[in-house]
């Protein structure tokens, strides 16, 4: 796969289908996510996109009945993520997520961002103190929040706890970072905030991110997906699936036809 | 639009009330004997209450009449039957403390690790099982606990403690504390599962395994209903009776050691109302100090409940 030419991958869905229950929500999907680069995921509601992307990270793994069929191959090291003898913890190690609300925990500005960090056993003040500035200042917030570390995350307004859940994933350093609808429940001040900082992110790290906001995925996305019905029907460079979709299916979604 | 202002008020005559409107009055007229029905109802409750607290305060008026609060409070004897009355009530709050604090040392860290298992670990199944036979053991009369207590578990107490006596805090207050974890681990699952599953879910995105997860953050996310639960906890110990009565001695006894006999405030109103001491002496009157005693701890404990839920009160 890894030719020359082709930019290089951080993972790849090969033949994945997944199951909830009896019920297929995901059929046979191959796509690419390259290295160090934004890939949005696109579609109507219940297209399976927040399903697929939640298995990056075996999110599926928490409810019962949920079956994982194929590969994510994970590279450099090429593990396949949802193989029985890989760990979901493992695996949310390396992948964080930012979810559509915002989720802070009930706990201190600081405190949140050290999450990660303390789970991973780090136990140095001056560590903790460290990565965690770095992170707020990564997810453009540490201005807003230098004052008031010590402060209850959930009085923050809910642009800043969206950007501080951002810092939550990144003081981790992951090598993949999945979004989920970051910015459905922002203003639109709010939105264009993350979406700054989504283009700013992937100078360090990969990211995938689903939108139902196809203004936004052609905004800060280099690749885009556009799946229906489960099924992955177009994937390719962003401004190629904008500007001259293959598809009928993504031309009809693309130009509000359908959806 | 036109058409319907027209039809409203008949041309020329004056307007007329609709008959939809004097259906409304109906409506209206029904609803208030409902609202009076029910409160009425709430009525009854608050009368109760303020009854049973006029009574109490009368009561007691009349025996603060014989016996300075000080005494009550700083005497360090309870003997209000004997010619040479004292009227210490520490001694009684003492046995009343240490068999609540027993209780407590068993239901709260029980109850509380019982509630993470069957909110955070336990699979559905398993729960829908487990937590209405946890609800039954609530449900038990406390006298078979006091029977329990004293039968049961205190002799197989005295084989580790050779010198514990037949009537101990230590033995009534354990049972005590097994009796509440019901309370305490049912509230306490309800305020737990009512932690929202997407800050689990943030916690397990970020590599927490499901204790991490259980404890860092659903424990802190549902501490207000944590703290209600350990309240509701601290009011049943505090107002129990019939363990106390049956296995930790009714004797007055200022002690803080759990290893002594004891009477508590209780069982000490227990013992006297069955016994058959005339209407209006001062030992019929200690009855009422005692409850009014019983009150306010409680009533304390209540606010203090209040203000932990208040403070610690989550916006998710």
Not at chain 1, 82 to 97: F, K, N, T, Y
Not at chain 2, 262 to 268: N, P
């Amino acid at each position: 796969m890894q030719t020359a030419s082709a930019p290089a991958l951080k993972a790849e869905a090969r033949n994945f289908n997944f199951f909830y229950g009896d019920v297929q929500a995901l059929k046979n999907i191959n796509m690419p996510i390259h290295d160090k680069k934004v890939t949005a995921l696109i579609g109507p509601s219940g297209c399976g996109k927040s399903t697929y992307l939640r298995s990056f990270n075996r999110m599926h793994d928490l409810y019962p009945g949920n079956r994982y069929e194929g590969e994510i191959r994970f590279y450099p090291d090429n593990t396949n993520l949802l193989a029985p003898g890989v760990d979901p913890i493992e695996v949310r190690m390396r992948v964080g997520m930012v979810f559509q609300k915002p989720n802070p925990f009930p706990k201190s500005v600081f405190e949140n961002v050290a999450y990660g960090l303390r789970v991973r056993g780090e136990k140095n003040r001056r560590a903790l103190d460290d990565k965690v500035e770095a992170a707020l200042k990564g997810a453009a917030i540490w201005d807003e929040v230098k004052d008031r570390l010590q402060d209850l995350a959930t009085n923050l307004s809910g642009g800043q706890q969206q950007r501080l859940c951002i810092a939550r994933a990144l003081a981790t350093d992951p090598e993949l970072l999945l979004f989920d609808e970051p910015t459905s429940a922002l203003d639109p001040i709010a939105t264009g905030a993350i979406e700054e900082l989504v283009h700013e992110l992937k100078q360090r790290v990969t990211i995938l991110i689903v939108t139902h906001n196809m203004q936004q995925a052609a905004r800060v996305s280099d690749y885009t997906a556009y799946m229906y019905l489960g099924e992955m029907i177009e994937f390719g460079k962003t401004d190629d699936i904008f500007i001259k979709p293959q598809d009928k299916r993504t031309e009809d979604y693309i130009t509000g036809r359908m959806g | 639009m036109n058409a319907y202002a027209m039809s409203a008020s008949p041309p020329g005559g004056a307007p007329v009330v609709s008959d939809r409107l004097a259906r409304n009055a109906m409506r209206h007229a029904s609803e208030r004997v409902i609202e009076t029905l029910l409160f009425a109802a709430a009525a009854v409750s608050v009368l109760t209450t303020v009854g049973i607290v006029y009574v109490l305060v009368s009561e007691s008026i009349h025996f603060f009449q014989n016996v300075s609060i000080v005494d009550f409070l700083t005497d360090t004897q309870w003997t209000p039957l004997f010619d040479d009355a004292h009227f210490g009530i520490m001694v009684l709050i003492s046995g009343t403390l240490v068999s609540s604090a027993v209780a407590l040392a068993v239901a709260i860290p029980m109850g509380t690790v019982i509630a993470i298992y069957l909110s955070e670990f336990a699979n559905p199944k398993v729960r829908e099982v487990a937590k209405p036979i946890l609800e039954l053991l609530g449900g038990i009369p406390t006298i078979v606990f006091g029977y329990f207590a004293l039968l049961i578990v205190t002799p197989l107490l005295q084989k580790i403690f050779p010198e514990l006596p037949g009537f101990s805090l230590l033995s009534a207050g354990l049972v005590m504390g097994i009796m509440i974890v019901p309370y305490v681990a049912s509230l306490s699952e309800d305020a737990m599962r009512a932690v929202p599953m997407s800050l689990r879910e943030g916690a397990y995105a970020m590599g927490s395994t499901r204790l991490y997860t259980a404890l860092h953050v659903v424990v802190p996310a549902a501490f207000s209903g944590l703290a209600a639960s350990y309240i509701l906890g601290i009011s049943r110990a505090v107002g129990e009776t019939m363990i106390l009565a049956v296995a930790a001695g009714m004797q007055p006894n200022l002690t803080w050691n759990p290893m002594e006999p004891a009477a508590t405030i209780t069982s000490y109103i227990v013992q006297v109302a069955l016994g058959d001491l005339p209407h209006g002496s001062i030992g019929y009157q200690t009855i009422f100090a005692a409850g009014l005693t019983l009150l306010l701890i409680t009533l304390l404990f209540n606010i203090l409940g209040q203000w932990l839920r208040r403070r610690f009160r989550e916006n998710y």
